[in-house]
């Protein structure tokens, strides 16, 4: 199913979007509701941010093609041994078709496409075994970085965490298998990454099971993949697309 958080008129709620269909649910999208008998037509809507997050982790270097490119984070190792996540604030949301802008004095920023995971449980000390049971679904992400402040700063905060460096959406598919899943990042419609999930270096149910030792995760919460390949730089005036199988298209405008 392909859940979507929406905007109609004044209305903002969830609901199951089936081609150019959307029929609201009512309740808790993370515990008991139901999907109404409404229909409304996806012209008429806006597609929000698919889910506001109380924390988001994301992977560094989790793709074999990327380690190349965070020879500064991994402190000259070949591949991380054990998973490398950091914080995101969920202040750095937003949905499909709205806008990346450029921080002042930012310098280089990049793309990140990637694979996120929505939590649907309170996820504590569990088993990679156990991890994607504690998956809601899955949604497209965009890990935005600025470059320089990352090399330069002692914390991310900035390089990772400015306004706007998370879009997500444009809905959460569920039923999905993470472990082999189509990822392509798009500038201006060029292709610039492309791989497959099963590449990770540790697999979403080990980031999960690794986080789950030190911190509750709760539904809502997101946590980001990693990235493949070299990661195109962003300018005023590009659309970035991150694509997914299974789960869409992910486009968003940039400006300074």
């Known amino acids: 199913m392909l859940f979507a958080r929406f905007q109609h008129g004044d209305r903002a709620a969830y609901g199951v979007l089936d081609g150019d269909v959307l029929r609201p649910i009512e309740g808790d999208l993370f515990g008991a509701h139901r999907v109404l008998d409404e229909?409304?037509?996806s012209a008429d809507l806006r597609l929000l941010a698919p889910v506001i997050p109380?924390?988001?982790?994301?992977a560094a270097v989790n793709y074999q093609s990327h380690v190349a490119s965070g020879r500064s984070v991994l402190k000259g190792e070949e591949a991380p041994a054990v998973p490398q996540l950091f914080l995101k604030p969920s202040s750095s949301v937003i949905g499909p078709g709205d806008t990346i802008v450029l921080p002042e004095g930012a310098r280089r920023v990049d793309a990140e496409g990637e694979l996120v995971a929505v939590i649907g449980r309170d996820c504590r000390n569990v088993t990679a075994a156990e991890a994607l049971d504690y998956v809601f679904g899955y949604t497209c992400g965009n890990d935005v970085s600025a470059r320089h402040w990352q090399r330069d700063?002692?914390?991310?905060?900035?390089?990772k965490g400015s306004?706007?460096?998370a879009p997500?959406?444009?809905v959460i598919a569920t039923g999905l298998d993470p472990a082999d899943l189509k990822l392509r990042t798009r500038l201006n419609g060029d292709v610039r990454q492309s791989a497959g999930t099963s590449a990770l270096i540790h697999s979403l149910a080990e980031l999960i099971s690794f986080a789950s030792r030190v911190m509750t995760l709760e539904p809502g919460d997101l946590l980001f993949t990693g990235t493949p390949g070299e990661t195109p730089t962003l300018a005023p005036g590009d659309v970035v697309e991150v694509e997914i199988e299974g789960i869409g298209v992910l486009r968003n405008p940039v400006s300074a």
């Not at 109380?54 to 994301?58: G, W």
């Not at 700063?153 to 390089?159: C, P």
Request: hydrophobic share 50%; aromatic share 14%.
């Open 39 to 41: 229909q409304l037509r």
């Open 54 to 58: 109380r924390k988001i982790l994301a």
């Open 153 to 159: 700063d002692i914390q991310w905060w900035r390089a």
């Open 163 to 165: 306004d706007t460096f």
């Open 168 to 170: 997500i959406g444009p």
